[in-house]
């Protein structure tokens, strides 16, 4: 059971054996192949029947010249997967569409666009993000068959930087504990989810974020898989939690409202896409 998390979109073991990262080889010399041209958050493709492709081949001829420096993510299936950021100015060509990558905006894209979308957008957040050393300030370079980058000057190396955030299911029997920001759609709600402090463990998290936003006690913790969340780079860690006692008390700086509904008459949740919709439809009404 907990290896099917793994398939999850956004997650690369969704891909499984066909893509291969660049950081095990080299680039090739020139670029062609699959081709992730994102802007804000959307993906360019290609629409087909009721589905979508990515640009292949050599860069859409009315983008030469319009995106940076691209990156080499590996290759799916022995073709080269290249991403570019898509300027805000730069034409969408004849017979493309930008397509959201956002699972809460409606996205179309299949499962394994979204996930090399996602792969494409977090690698060039960190590229866009770490162009100069942290330590002394001088330009970063790319360090040969790996994500990460090295400062010339000073020789400090570093690494994509992952955000763990943990994601709880708070379960009392035949209830579960569920929450809604105000900004979601009407009437939705999810798990507890937040980020983990420096010095804790996850579980540590998961305990002190149920508290801090819901204001009860949980007991016993069950993890239960894990998410790539690539806006901009988390990666969501899942448990189920049993309550142990409290009241609810909401925080109304990060929540609209919480309470508890009975496990079957659940609300409108979150979507496929996400680790908290896999949470709740294998687990709360165990």
């Known amino acids: 059971m907990l290896a099917l998390a793994a398939h999850l979109p ?32 959307q993906l360019l493709v290609i629409p087909e029947g009721e589905s979508f492709r990515l640009p292949t081949g050599p860069l859409p001829a009315p983008l030469a010249g319009r995106v940076a420096e691209p990156l080499c993510l590996g290759t799916l299936a022995g073709t080269p997967c290249w991403a570019a950021a898509l300027p805000a100015e730069a034409p969408v060509p004849p017979g493309y569409h930008l397509e959201t990558l956002v699972p809460m905006r409606g996205t179309r894209l299949p499962d394994d666009l979204l996930s090399l979308g996602g792969m494409a957008m977090q690698a060039l957040w960190w590229a866009a993000t770490s162009r100069y050393c942290p330590r002394c300030g001088a330009p970063t370079e790319r360090i040969p068959g790996e994500w990460g980058r090295r400062c ?36 939705r709600y999810s798990l507890v989810a937040g980020f983990v402090d420096n010095g804790e463990c996850l579980e540590g998290a998961a305990r002190r974020e149920v508290k801090e936003e819901v204001g009860v006690d949980v007991g016993e913790l069950q993890y239960v898989g894990s998410q790539n969340w690539p806006f901009p780079s988390q990666l969501m860690v899942g448990f189920v939690a049993t309550y142990a006692g409290g009241e609810v008390v909401i925080d109304h700086e990060e929540l609209e409202d919480a309470r508890w509904f009975p496990c079957d008459a659940l609300p409108p949740g979150p979507s496929r896409h996400s680790i908290a919709r896999f949470i709740l439809d294998r687990y709360a009404r165990r």
């Not at 690369?12 to 670029?31: M, N, T």
């Open 10 to 41: 956004f997650n690369r073991d969704c891909l499984g054996a066909a893509f291969v990262p660049a950081k095990h080889g080299p680039p090739p010399a020139e670029p062609g192949g699959w081709w992730l041209l994102v802007r804000d958050q």
């Open 152 to 187: 010339p000057a000073c020789r400090y190396e570093h690494y994509p930087h992952l955000h763990p955030a943990v994601i709880v299911l708070v379960k009392d029997g035949d209830r579960v504990l569920l929450t809604r920001k105000r900004e979601w759609a009407p009437g």
